[in-house]
């Protein structure tokens, strides 16, 4: 987030010295107004960019074996805009390079699920695929592994197979 505003500052200052360098070299007949109104601009250009630019550069800082399966588009009314060209402010990530399986239970798969959104902390979760009932739960700290391998959770979700996240962690390779 500071990085977004120390940019945002920057590129008004830049844009200001630009209107300033052009009314300079015009022989000085923009009105004064000019340099405040172009380092407005810069700043709300600028932060267009980082916003539509969030969801492609933290896909390049992506781990390697992660794969998206989910991603909100945002559309405010404060930002009229976002109607015609929404832009990504969060997304969902499973680790399908790390998915673990126990031989005793076969069916079960466990993996990381990865919570992205622009604004927030990056949020990790163990989650555990039953491939065979089509279920799937994010594990919390209190989760039981039991000796033959089955998981006691809190509650299971009935995703289904179709699910994103459960159809590539339960993907036979």
């Avoid at 070299?25 to 000019?34: A, E, N, S, Y």
């Avoid at 790390?98 to 239970?105: E, F, Y």
Wanted: glycine share 6%; proline share 6%; charged share 20%.
């Amino acid at each position: 987030m500071y990085v977004d505003i120390i940019t945002i500052i920057a590129a008004g200052f830049a844009a200001a010295g630009v209107v300033m360098i052009l009314n300079r070299l015009i022989g000085k007949r923009l009105p004064r107004w000019t340099i405040p109104a172009g380092a407005g601009a810069g700043m709300i250009l600028m932060s267009l960019t980082n916003e539509y630019r969030w969801y492609p550069r933290t896909l390049e800082l992506l781990p390697a074996g992660f794969e998206v399966i989910s991603t909100a588009e945002h559309r405010a009314i404060y930002s009229p805009w976002t109607y015609a060209v929404p832009y990504v402010d969060r997304f969902v990530a499973v680790d399908v390079a790390g998915i673990q399986r126990n031989a005793t239970q076969p069916d079960l798969r466990l993996s990381r699920v990865i919570f992205f959104t622009r604004w927030d902390s990056v949020r990790i979760f163990p989650a555990v695929f039953d491939c065979a009932q089509g279920r799937s739960a994010l594990l919390d700290p209190d989760a039981m592994f039991n000796d033959d391998g089955t998981v006691r959770v809190a509650r299971w979700d009935q995703t289904g197979l179709d699910d994103p996240a459960a159809a590539l962690v339960c993907r036979e390779d």
